[in-house]
C-alpha cells in the first residue's frame, strides 16, 4: 500500500523570504501522480500544484515549485516570495493512475507567516 | 459555476442518532468519494463510487454508509455515529481514469458527536 509522510508538523517563515515544505512517499508504482494542497482557515481544499511521474522536470506554479526525487521518493514544495495569505495547513497527496480518483494524504503541514 | 456542495457544514449531534450528510456535485463526475480529516492523520477515504449503484469501501468505513442512486449525489450516512467519528468531512468528486483529472472538493463538514 502507498502511504505519504509529511515530517514537519509545523513550520514558521519570515514574510517575503523562502520556505520548502517536506514530503515522502513510498510506493512500487513507476507511474502516478503528486499534489501539494493548501487548506486556509476556511477549510477549503485547493490545488497548488501537481506533478506527473513521469516528467522529469519539476512542476512550477509562480511562486510555487516543487523537488520531484523520483528515485528518493521525495516532493518537497517551495514557496518563494512568501505571503501573509500563503499561511494554511499545507497537504502532500499521492494518486496512483490505476486507482480512479482516491489520493493518499499525508498528515499536514501548518505553515504561519510572519509579517 | 462548477462545485461539489455539502449540508450541513456544521452538525452537532449525539451518540446513537442517525445522520446524513449530504453531497451534490454539478459536473457530472462519475467518480465521488468521502474523506474524513483529523488532526495529525491528514484525509482519509471512507467511501467512494466509480458510478451509479457502484460504491466500495475506502480505507476507514467502519460505522458509515454511502449510496449512490443518481449521479450527482453520493450522501454519507452514520447509522449510529460515536464520538469517535467526530471530524471534518469532505466530499470530493472528479472524472475517473488513468489521466489526470482535478479532483473536487467541497467546503467540508464539521461534525461534533456527543
Known amino acids: 500500500a502507498q502511504t505519504v509522510t509529511q515530517s514537519q508538523p509545523e513550520m514558521s517563515v519570515q514574510e517575503a523570504e523562502t520556505v520548502t515544505l517536506s514530503c515522502t512517499y513510498d510506493t512500487s508504482e513507476s507511474d502516478y501522480y503528486l499534489f501539494w494542497y493548501k487548506q486556509p482557515p476556511s477549510r477549503q481544499m485547493i490545488l497548488v500544484i501537481r506533478q506527473e511521474a513521469y516528467k522529469q522536470q519539476n512542476a512550477t506554479e509562480n511562486r510555487f515549485s516543487v523537488n520531484f526525487q523520483k528515485a528518493a521518493k521525495s516532493f518537497s514544495l517551495k514557496i518563494s516570495d512568501s505571503q501573509l495569505g500563503d499561511a494554511a495547513m499545507y497537504f502532500c497527496?499521492?494518486?496512483?493512475?490505476?486507482?480512479?480518483?482516491?489520493?493518499?494524504f499525508g498528515q499536514g503541514t501548518e505553515l504561519s507567516v510572519k509579517p | 459555476e462548477a462545485q461539489v456542495t455539502q449540508n450541513p457544514r456544521y452538525l452537532i449531534t449525539v451518540t446513537g442518532k442517525k445522520l446524513t450528510v449530504t453531497c451534490s456535485q454539478n459536473m457530472n463526475h462519475e467518480y465521488m468519494s468521502w474523506y474524513r480529516q483529523d488532526p495529525g492523520l491528514g484525509l482519509r477515504q471512507i467511501y467512494y463510487?466509480?458510478?451509479?449503484?457502484?460504491?466500495d469501501k475506502g480505507d476507514v468505513p467502519e460505522g458509515y454508509k454511502v449510496s449512490r442512486k443518481e449521479k450527482r449525489n453520493f450522501p454519507l450516512i452514520l447509522e449510529s455515529p460515536s464520538p469517535n467519528q467526530t471530524s471534518l468531512y469532505f466530499c470530493a468528486s472528479s472524472r475517473p481514469g488513468r489521466v489526470f483529472n482535478e479532483q473536487f472538493f467541497g467546503p467540508g463538514t464539521r461534525l461534533t458527536v456527543l
Open positions: 497527496a499521492y494518486r496512483s493512475v490505476n486507482q480512479g480518483g482516491k489520493l493518499i
Open positions: 463510487s466509480m458510478n451509479v449503484e457502484v460504491t
